[in-house]
């Protein structure tokens, strides 16, 4: 049963953390004020506002997160465990680190008609099968990215550009693989700060144009060309 907000104002946890078993609907502008543990889905509507308000004010969301709203993370940890879709007319902001789980097709969806999407902390794809990322739009920045499952990045990452390039402003720290090519798809990667193969882990550009600001493999990694 879905619960759904009934006016704006602060969600309180007055015993250090809250934990709801339903399907969340913010239908109003919610402040956290507190750690928040969602064991269904989390639904932002349009022209709404889901705040953490701080630095401490960790959210978890075991099932889908549809944002059609404005979700402010601030510095707080966000966990989504399944499919993160950006939708048109959204806005999605954090300095903190973001942990994708991605239960479904892909750990995260953002749409061409998002109004912004500023991550300037750490965006960690934590699946240990396959976290693929659908960017189909320009409005999207990102910055530190952390890959620990086999991984496909999509589409354009990039103020301004023409939709056939990866574009991370920070570090790619790889535990697991990415690949630069989809189906018979390649995107070019472009990665201002410093690239890390960790022990097991891959980097395939394929065909691709990469440019990464350094590149170090690690004993057991692997970087192909």
């Known amino acids: 049963m879905p619960t759904t907000s009934s006016g704006a104002g602060d969600w309180t946890s007055v015993v250090g953390s809250l934990t709801i078993s339903d399907d969340v609907i ?3 502008d919610v402040d956290l004020d507190g750690i928040v543990n969602m064991t269904g889905s989390l639904t932002i509507n349009a022209t709404k506002t889901l705040d953490t308000t701080g ?3 960790n959210l978890t969301v075991s099932g889908v997160t549809n944002l059609n709203g404005t979700l402010t993370g ?13 939708n048109t007319g ?11 789980g991605g239960g479904g097709t892909y750990a995260m969806v953002v749409s061409n008609g ?3 999407l500023q991550q300037t902390g750490t965006l960690v794809f934590n699946n240990t099968s396959r976290s693929d990322m659908f960017a189909d739009g320009t409005k999207a920045q990102y910055n530190n990215v952390t890959v620990n499952a086999s991984f496909t990045h999509t589409q354009e990452t990039h103020l301004g550009g023409d939709g056939t390039q990866s574009h991370i402003g920070g570090d790619l720290l790889l535990n697991g693989s990415w690949n630069t090519k989809v189906g018979s798809d390649s995107f070019n990667l472009r990665v201002d700060g410093d690239v890390t193969v960790n022990n097991g882990a891959t980097l395939t ?11 170090t493999i690690a004993s057991g990694g692997t970087y192909s060309a």
């Open 26 to 28: 913010i239908n109003h």
């Open 55 to 57: 630095s401490n004010h």
């Open 74 to 86: 601030n510095a707080s940890a966000i966990t989504l465990n399944d499919d993160f879709n950006v």
């Open 90 to 100: 959204s806005t999605f902001t954090t300095s903190g680190i973001t942990t994708l």
């Open 114 to 116: 998002i109004t912004s």
């Open 205 to 215: 550009a394929n065909a691709s144009t990469v440019w990464f600001g350094s590149l």
